[in-house]
């Protein structure tokens, strides 16, 4: 359990980091994309 918090808390970090690096949309949608099977 410790280690699926851990997977989400990290996950969202780096869709937060994603988006401000990049600021686009575009960007936003593939990690989505990439992002939703694997949870």
Known sequence: MKIK???ILTLAILL???MALSGCG???EETAVIN????
């Open 36 to 39: 939703r099977p694997t949870i």
């Open 5 to 7: 918090k851990y997977f």
């Open 26 to 28: 575009t960007k936003q």
């Open 16 to 18: 937060i980091f994603s």
